[in-house]
């Protein structure tokens, strides 16, 4: 484009300078991208689940094992008070330990196997040739400050509240010792800590690679405004189909095991609070709190990058159907009457934005969620209108998403399991809770 616009006396010498400027950007901007996907890899090899080696997977698995189980078992035995049956209830501790231990250890299994087999760039499908175009690079770029962003705020939080427990903890089972009792909170800060940026990252992680497969979902729209052989949206359809299914391949476990042990943990939750007959306060169930929230925030960052995969997906079958009835209109308008054929062009933007909806911001708040194509200036014969009308055939017949071993993570499976956890709460309550007359 620059050098279409910027013509010199000596062509060759300004082809070669816009040949210069243009792999510049290109270089530039594919510095930034691998500058950035290098300091991902980096945080996530800190954390031990770029695990590339026997050396660096022993290394983690030691890690784990010392800040999940050991310290976590240590606070607990060296912490007990024996007057303090108020303010400390042992099983609470324990069921909290096993269940924060177990999703920490799903979530560091699951997404160390993918970063061994696959690496950090064919994970979160960032491959060269997308990566290399500047508008593409933006918005990796974005999409990766987005993680960090969703990790450090929810971590905070999440801190936060675990402080304020822990230290309420301490004012009432002091027993004397302020050092045993400070390193007590910092042991057990330490350990909640580690599991807890273990199992956030996992989930931010597979939000980041549902993130940056949405960028190519809502790039097909573009590629429609573009004058090309039907054929050519049919193979990027199929690429980005695939892509899909890998991710569901690669992450279904992950997101099905989360689930099964974040229900696990609420209905343990539910019991242990229900049926202890003695005091249940912040200060011995205040652990309760604070896994309950982290999990379910987990959990509901799967399910919406998750819902958002499909949605765009399926989306693209309504933005495949108004382009071929755009583009159709337009032909047909265009075989009339020079004289009649210019008033209708000047109608022609009236026609388009009337066929296009007021779009949501919202991920999951609209059906067609990406804009109508623009450019409807394309040459269109019998022929073509054939082959578009197999193109659209085929997109709406293949609608695509992020599914669980057959069952689509769509609006539809997260109303269900929302009604079903409502159904078990309700009958766990129905269990434990009775009304004495």
């Known amino acids: 484009m620059a050098a279409a616009e910027c013509r010199s006396p000596d062509p060759g010498a300004d082809d070669d300078n816009s040949i210069h400027v243009s792999l510049i950007d290109a270089i530039?901007?594919?510095?930034?991208?691998?500058?950035?996907?290098?300091k991902l890899e980096r945080f996530l090899r800190v954390l031990g689940f770029?695990?590339?080696?026997?050396?660096?997977?022993?290394?983690?698995?030691?890690?784990?094992?010392?800040?999940?189980?050991?310290?976590?078992?240590?606070?607990?035995?060296?912490?007990?008070?024996?007057?303090?049956?108020?303010?400390?209830?042992?099983?609470?501790?324990?069921?909290?330990?096993?269940?924060?231990?177990?999703?920490?250890?799903?979530?560091?299994?699951?997404?160390?196997?993918?970063?061994?087999?696959?690496?950090?760039?064919?994970?979160?499908?960032?491959?060269?040739?997308?990566?290399?175009?500047?508008?593409?690079?933006?918005?990796?770029?974005?999409?990766?400050?987005?993680?960090?962003?969703?990790?450090?705020?929810?971590?905070?939080?999440?801190?936060?509240?675990?402080?304020?427990?822990?230290?309420?903890?301490?004012?009432?089972?002091?027993?004397?010792?302020?050092?045993?009792?400070?390193?007590?909170?910092?042991?057990?800060?330490?350990?909640?800590?580690?599991?807890?940026?273990?199992?956030?990252?996992?989930?931010?992680?597979?939000?980041?690679?549902?993130?940056?497969?949405?960028?190519?979902?809502?790039?097909?729209?573009?590629?429609?405004?573009?004058?090309?052989?039907?054929?050519?949206?049919?193979?990027?359809?199929?690429?980005?189909?695939?892509?899909?299914?890998?991710?569901?391949?690669?992450?279904?476990?992950?997101?099905?095991?989360?689930?099964?042990?974040?229900?696990?943990?609420?209905?343990?939750?539910l019991l242990q609070t229900t049926t202890n007959q003695g005091i249940v306060n912040f200060v011995n169930a205040g652990d309760f709190v604070v896994i309950s929230v982290v999990q379910l925030v987990g959990l509901l960052i799967c399910l919406n990058a998750a819902a958002k995969i499909s949605h765009r997906a399926q989306g693209l079958g309504s933005v495949a159907s108004r382009w071929h009835a755009l583009v159709t209109c337009n032909s047909n308008d265009a075989s009339v009457s020079e004289s009649s054929s210019d008033v209708r062009n000047v109608e022609t933007p009236k026609t388009a934005g009337q066929l296009s909806v007021n779009y949501s911001e919202g991920d999951l708040e609209s059906a067609d969620c990406m804009p109508p194509p623009a450019n409807i200036q394309l040459t269109s014969t019998m022929t073509s209108y054939h082959k578009r009308q197999a193109f659209v055939t085929y997109v709406e017949s293949n609608p695509g998403g992020f599914s669980i071993y057959g069952w689509r993570v769509d609006r539809l499976l997260i109303n269900t399991l929302f009604f079903v956890e409502m159904t078990l709460v309700t009958f766990l309550l129905g269990m434990t809770l009775t009304i004495k007359v």
């Open 50 to 269: 770029c695990q590339y080696s026997i050396f660096s997977a022993a290394l983690s698995w030691l890690a784990f094992v010392v800040f999940s189980i050991v310290v976590p078992l240590l606070v607990v035995y060296f912490g007990y008070c024996s007057n303090c049956e108020l303010y400390q209830i042992n099983d609470f501790e324990l069921e909290v330990l096993v269940c924060q231990s177990v999703a920490a250890f799903i979530s560091l299994l699951c997404i160390s196997h993918n970063l061994r087999k696959y690496r950090i760039r064919k994970l979160l499908f960032v491959d060269r040739y997308h990566g290399q175009l500047t508008h593409f690079s933006e918005l990796y770029l974005k999409k990766i400050r987005v993680f960090y962003y969703l990790v450090v705020s929810w971590m905070a939080i999440f801190f936060f509240m675990k402080i304020a427990r822990e230290v309420s903890r301490a004012v009432h089972i002091y027993d004397g010792s302020i050092w045993w009792s400070i390193g007590i909170v910092v042991a057990s800060l330490v350990s909640w800590a580690y599991s807890t940026i273990i199992f956030i990252v996992g989930t931010a992680l597979f939000h980041l690679v549902g993130n940056l497969q949405v960028i190519h979902l809502e790039h097909f729209g573009e590629l429609l405004e573009m004058d090309m052989d039907v054929s050519v949206y049919i193979n990027e359809h199929m690429r980005l189909t695939c892509y899909v299914c890998k991710i569901s391949h690669r992450f279904r476990m992950f997101l099905l095991l989360e689930y099964l042990i974040v229900t696990v943990s609420q209905c343990i939750v």
């Open 28 to 38: 530039q901007h594919f510095t930034d991208l691998d500058v950035s996907l290098n």
